[in-house]
């Protein structure tokens, strides 16, 4: 085994260890650990990227003495790194896009508390993204729950206790229903692991004994984390939880923390479930379904928000569509665009978030349509980032929301022919919603206004900020440009996952 | 010199051209109808104290109940809930019945857990040896979960100095002062109690490789223990030892303990390395390698928790 290999479990522990010593620490140095910690991850998940696309295969690392079924274990080939790297950027740019903001929102005793939170968010992502153990999935959603709780009411403003207590009841149906399937799953299986949870069920499901449970459990597991990701039926604690807390809570809540769910979700469609069994097909035609109704309706609600950070959450409803539908396609096109999804979309709301902050902080504070007259030229590069944010969210070319739609668009045709069609005019009128309301936000923010309104009063520009939004428009424009490495990359680790 | 098209006035041209001078925005007029008229009237029975914000939000909450909405709502979630309940005791009549020696769950995970647990991790409580050797990472997340909670309580509850410049105002209202302290038979019982069930407590700690118990249930005893003496003699008493200070290194150390020793364990696991830390002698109290220590660890991660968690929802503070 080379040292490479323990860089996986170096970063989850990393992470936790982090989380434990902020404790004692004041806000500011667990401010600079926790920058130091997600850079660290990064590099350290880049080093594993590169060791899997050296071997070419995935391997899989005992936690402890004991090897496969009896003891935890993790497993890594080239999907997982690439999501864990993706991950650790889209939170480090996310954190320090909302920095000034955490100073200002979050009580100075209680800043490290925060990124505690943060840390253990960290941590908890990782282990989603590297576990083989269907047990240590559910500890690390629970992490994962609560860190989010943590975040949505840090603010301690306002509204935030309601989209907190909303959050937290949505959420933990969610956990609970996850709960009940998993021990479902173990008392028709005997196994927690992935792997051998998948040859049991092989061997089972042709005798028709079990066909009532293994519905059953598939359709708990699939709504318990669909509820926790915001698919659509069950997303109204989403435009809640995104729209109020502070910016950097809000970009990590919606580009990262629902992706975590929907990972462990195509985790458990490839590893866990037989390829092509009877319930698996069902499955991924109701998620086709609800992915397909979330797109446009998501996009429909969008419309009728006046507030755009309401707005931008209820847009995050019809891209977790998008997702969704990519999986219910049921091909593996279908899957890794899904999972580019998973990425770029990340990409884009983060962006979004961050510089929706800017914008709304020189307009004084306001986020209707109204107030933000102008607010464009007040914050030259807050506004710049959600031009460019909208542009990748409608799928401008050379962005990489064309690259998410057109991978949608082309997987559709390895699908049978009703859904293709179905994909096909679902990608159009989503697409055609969204230009509505971002344009008309982008047109709102570029509207003329008088000389004296063009200047931001009482406004303290920030580096940290400006940088940010600048990498994550970077970013989109980098994975909207070199995508073929990256979608080289995830298909290579799609065929390996399983 | 250019001649003006006759329909020009009004067009859609005359109004772009308008609106990129700024003259004219086709949201005037348009996006102020529903202008916030009789709000704050509806909510005025509400204390005058509230700011203008939380009455808004209370105005939002009240719109989304009122109707039929709420009616039908209640309904939904009864058949919901009533639905899940039918879908769940029909699935459980498919699984193989309860101690069925042929069980998909009495395979060979079990089977080694149960013949070779003692062997390998030398608990004699296998349960121990599970949670503790076999599968310590989940154990591990399992304390993070509560140490992660108990972040969140802090930052909902803990009345901080800089959060209000009332807060005096604020900890003269908390029940500190009225608490019961002079209550004769609750100072009896407790001064007899509580060392018995506190020292109860460690022994389920300590013994927890030993015996049924661990530090999961051993430091809820704890916990337990600390609230009732807390209950009894209020905060002077307790406040002397269990500061703010004491709770957030004794969970540091817990945990870092925790997290290093695993991550030796994981990492010379994991690389086949030899490790130090050997199985003992069965039976004996500082046997089963780490299993006894990190008993400790999660025991005193529980008590603090438990105990923080009920200063902090009484009055906010250690």
Redesign the interface.
Known sequence: ?TFVQ?FP?FSI?LS??C???S??LSGKAAKWLHLAMVTTVLFLSLGVLQYTLVTGESYT??????PA????EIRIGPLEAIMAAAFALLMLLSVLGGLDHIEREV????QN??Y??MD?LM?SLL?LIYTN?L??AY??I??CT??A??LI??K????VY?SAVRYMIMSLVGSGLFL?GLS?L??????LLMSPAKE?LEN?LPQS??T??MT?ILLLLTIGLGIKSGLYPFHTWIPDAYGYTTPAASAVLSSLVSKGYIFLLIKLMVRVLPYGSLAGQHMTNVLFVFGIIGMIMGSVDAIRE?NIRRMTSFSSVAQIGYIYMGLGLGTTAGMAAALFHVISHGAMKALLFVSISGLCETSGGRMD??GL?GAGFRHKIAGLGFTVGSLSMIGMPLLTGFVSKYMFASAATTAEPVKMIAAWIALAISTTLNAVYFMRTVL?LY????QEQREAKDYRPSGTEDAATLGLALMNLGLGIASPPVIAVLSKGLEIFG | MSRRNPKYPGSFWEHFTQWRRGEYDPSQGKMEIKAPGKKPERGSWLPSALSQEMRDDYELGMKRRIGAFQRVYRVMALLLALTLTVLLLVTVSFLPAFGDVNAPENNEVARRYIEKGLEETGAVNIVAGMILDYRAFDTFGESCVLFIASCCVLILLKVDRDEDPHSQALEDMNDRHYEPNRDTVLQMAARLLVPVIIIFGIYVVLNGHLSPGGGFSGGAIIGSGLILYLTAFGFERTGRFMTEKLIKSLTLCALGFYCIAKSYSFYTGANHLDSFITPGVPGEILSAGLIVYLNICVGIVVACTMYSFYTLFRKGGY
Not at chain 1, 186 to 191: A, E, M, N, P
């Open positions: 085994m323990n479990f522990i936790m260890f989380a434990i010593v404790s004692v690392y005992m936690m402890g003495h004991y079924p009896w003891g935890n009580l100075g005793s209680k508390l925060f505690i939170l253990l941590s282990a153990d047990f240590t500890v690390f629970e992490i609560i860190a709780c943590g009411m840090a301690k403003v306002g509204r309601v009940i479902l173990y008392s028709i299986t005997g196994h049991a089972i004994r079990y009532v449970p059953v006046n349509r109204l007259k709102v509207t003329w206004v008088p």
